[in-house]
């Protein structure tokens, strides 16, 4: 039931549905800097996963390559993504 402070016809979906559809998003991609991981191949993928791991890159050094690359991420996703995504395998 949606609360009457809410209003009827403001929730768009099920709650439960759109919990369970977070937690199964696709391939565990949650993030910018993994969706961008998981469309990347080849070099630019080894060199963008290098630079991750390498805690002498800072987010921002990372966010200004990317932009030149042509890829708007934010250093603060980027950030994020260093603390809180496991890498993909
Ligand atoms: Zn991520």
Known sequence: ????WIG???AKAPLRD?????????KGIKCRTCSLLSDLSGDD???LSEAL???K???PMIAKALD???VRVSPSAI????RECKPLE
């Open 53 to 55: 791991s390498d805690p």
């Open 68 to 70: 030149g690359y042509g």
């Open 57 to 59: 890159i800072s987010a």
């Open 8 to 10: 009827e016809g403001v």
């Open 1 to 4: 039931m949606v609360p009457t």
């Open 79 to 82: 950030s994020r993504h260093r």
């Open 18 to 26: 759109l919990l369970e559809g977070a937690a199964s998003s696709p």
């Open 45 to 47: 993928l080894a060199a």
